[in-house]
């Protein structure tokens, strides 16, 4: 099955700076590529998303590349501000609609602190 | 708020017993899909269900099962609990049969405490 290593487990930024978190996917197959945003004691709540037939997407601060030949991905955050702390996790799937609806498999989560 | 209904909230229990977590999606969501989430697990697929057929199991433990009902809710029926079963369980929604077409939406979480 499908494996997601998501890295680093805690990060550290000071507030207004970029933050960057990693993840690795091992199923060639997976086309879909998520991104949650965790607070505590909350649900997860997606932020973006991301298929296979785009390398990179942006929403506002926010924004998601994909690089499918080395099966990775990462989450960018511009300018953060103290709301963006969280946890935050990536995930992978290779489902589509008529067959392989496996769920989504998470990465284990990055500690997203915004130092004031 | 997400539409996604769970039943219980906080749910105590001792070992060997058993439970069972409600999910309602949200209107119009075919698809129920459950996770667990320990501290050192993070989020754990369990199971799917797309209109009342189940469509893929992840790391679902024999001691636990799901059902999803003719009016599209969902149970997770949990037994001979361990210590080790407490933790966050989440359900999700989508309208579709698969993540790639349809983005899973959460709902709050049961925790479950097992003494």
């Not at chain 1, 590529?33 to 997860?44: D, S, V």
């Not at chain 2, 708020?1 to 769970?6: C, I, L, R």
């Not at chain 2, 969902?74 to 037994?79: K, V």
């Amino acid at each position: 099955g499908e494996n997601v290593e998501q890295h680093p487990s805690t990060l550290s930024v000071q507030e207004g700076d970029s933050a960057v978190i990693k993840c690795t996917y091992s199923d060639s197959a997976s086309n879909y590529f998520p991104w949650y945003k965790q607070e505590l004691g909350k649900r997860p709540q997606l932020i973006i998303d991301i298929r296979s037939n785009v390398g990179e997407k942006k929403d506002q601060r926010i924004a998601v590349t994909l690089n499918k030949t080395a099966k990775h991905f990462s989450l960018h955050i511009t300018e953060t501000q103290p709301e963006d702390s969280a946890v935050y996790f990536c995930a992978a799937s290779n489902g589509h609609a008529g067959g392989g609806a496996d769920g989504l498999t998470f990465g284990k989560g990055t500690h997203l602190i915004i130092q004031p | 708020d997400s539409g996604v209904t769970q039943t219980p909230k906080h749910l105590i229990t001792a070992t060997g017993q058993r439970v069972t977590l409600r999910c309602s999606p949200r209107s119009g969501d075919l698809s129920v899909y459950w996770y667990q989430q320990s501290l050192d697990q993070g989020l754990q697929f369990l199971i799917h269900y797309y209109n009342g057929e189940e469509r893929a199991k992840g790391n679902i433990l024999e001691r636990f099962s799901a059902q999803q009902f003719p009016d599209l809710h969902s149970e997770l029926n949990l037994s001979s609990l361990e210590l080790g079963d407490s933790a966050l369980y989440f359900c999700a929604s989508s309208v579709g049969s698969a993540p790639y077409n349809s983005p899973l939406h959460f709902g709050n979480g049961t925790r479950l405490t097992v003494t």
